[in-house]
């Protein structure tokens, strides 16, 4: 439970920690002061002493009305009041005193069930075909990188989140490793191996799960280990060759981390983001000096969180809406369904095949 004349305070310390990390201009927070500032004078104007588990998710729904019809505030706009309040809302120290769940905008929002058409379309704008991910994979290996292709392969295949890749261990990938510190990959190409991933709620809960990368990929991690324990030499016919060096050798046979950084380190969250972000613009400049006919701006649009999305939207298309969730985490179903369309002419393949089945 927090009190409504004690909000401001806490507004003021949001707003200066947020303006720290973020480094918003000056224009940004007076915006998100004054949104946020008319909602806590919305509470007082209607004596509202409190805020707490019980009461907020109808406040704020009462305010939203309460833009739309008495004030007169076109949707967008109140969409934009309410990010900025939900986002203040759902702040560590308000959320803690409040003690209520995070909230998201469609808790407050009556949401209207979309046809099959619109949410293929949307599910696109949130992720990348087949084809799509293959060109950006594609032009990565063909800068050489084998790290950086060895990175997007694993978020493509696993669907998983940046703070657990960047947190992978070599032994969280569930094959043998052998003395040399590398995977020894399974006889059958078609295997799929199990992740296990490392994780935790908001309330520092342990959340552990297990996801799924291909054999291909498990080549790549092992190509990407060799890469780091050699290095170009030029031999007496001036001709380079890789050749292993034996300290980096011996340290990769005990290395814990997965990936790394320049310097051998575990690679952190932002250098991952900037890999992605290199590729995505190599991807646009592909497309325009080859005459590439492509509907995606790899620049603007690809980003970890679409890498994501991408696979679990490729998983969706052969699982169940409950395997999806175990695969991506979700504490609830409902945001599952996000990655989910219908299709009806693939819903009549598949009875077809398995009425087939059982007829012959």
Same mark, same amino acid.
């Given at each position: 439970m927090i009190e409504v004349d004690e909000l401001t305070d806490y507004l003021d310390e949001y707003l200066e920690e947020k303006q720290e990390v973020k480094n918003l201009t000056e224009e940004t927070i007076r915006k998100q002061t004054f949104n946020i500032s008319k909602f806590i004078e919305y509470l007082e104007s209607e004596g509202i002493d409190e805020l707490n588990s019980d009461n907020v998710k109808k406040q704020l729904r009462h305010y939203r009305r309460h833009c739309l019809k008495k004030r007169g505030n076109k949707r967008t706009t109140v969409k934009t009041y309410m990010m900025n309040i939900l986002e203040f809302i759902n702040s560590e120290d308000v959320q803690e005193e409040i003690q209520h769940e995070t909230i998201k905008m469609k808790d407050i929002i009556e949401v209207k069930a979309e046809d099959p058409e619109t949410a293929?379309?949307?599910?696109?704008?949130?992720?990348?075909?087949?084809?799509?991910?293959?060109?950006?994979?594609?032009?990565?290996?063909?800068?050489?990188?084998?790290?950086?292709?060895?990175?997007?392969?694993?978020? $493509? %295949?696993?669907?998983?989140?940046?703070?657990?890749? +960047?947190?992978?261990?070599?032994?969280?990938?569930?094959?043998p490793i052998d003395e040399k510190g590398f995977y020894i990959l399974p006889d059958d190409t078609n295997e799929f191996i199990d992740v296990y991933l490392r994780a935790e709620t908001t309330k520092g809960e342990l959340k552990d799960r297990t996801t799924f990368i291909t054999f291909d990929t498990l080549v790549s991690l092992n190509d990407m280990m060799m890469d780091r324990i050699t290095k170009l030499r030029k031999n007496t016919h001036d001709v380079y060759r890789p050749v292993i060096q034996r300290n980096k050798a011996a340290e990769e046979a005990t290395r814990e981390e997965l990936f790394t950084n320049i310097k051998g380190n575990r690679i952190g969250k932002r250098g991952v983001q900037d890999i992605i972000k290199k590729h995505a613009r190599e991807c646009d400049e592909r497309i325009e000096s080859e005459g $590439? %006919?492509?509907?995606?701006?790899?620049?603007?649009? +690809?980003?970890?969180?679409?890498?994501?999305?991408?696979?679990?939207?490729?998983?969706?298309?052969?699982?169940?809406?409950?395997?999806?969730?175990?695969?991506?985490?979700?504490?609830?179903s409902q945001t599952t369904d996000k990655y989910i369309h219908i299709d009806r002419e693939q819903m009549k393949q598949k009875l077809k095949v398995n009425s087939m089945r059982f007829n012959n």
């Open positions: 293929k379309k949307r599910i696109e704008k949130i992720s990348l075909t087949w084809p799509q991910s293959n060109f950006f994979l594609d032009t990565i290996k063909q800068s050489g990188n084998v790290r950086d292709y060895a990175i997007c392969r694993t978020f $493509i %295949d696993s669907g998983m989140r940046l703070k657990e890749l +960047v947190l992978l261990n070599k032994d969280d990938i569930q094959v $590439i %006919d492509c509907p995606v701006n790899y620049s603007k649009n +690809v980003s970890v969180h679409i890498l994501r999305h991408t696979a679990l939207s490729h998983y969706a298309e052969i699982l169940t809406v409950a395997e999806v969730q175990s695969i991506a985490g979700h504490s609830n």
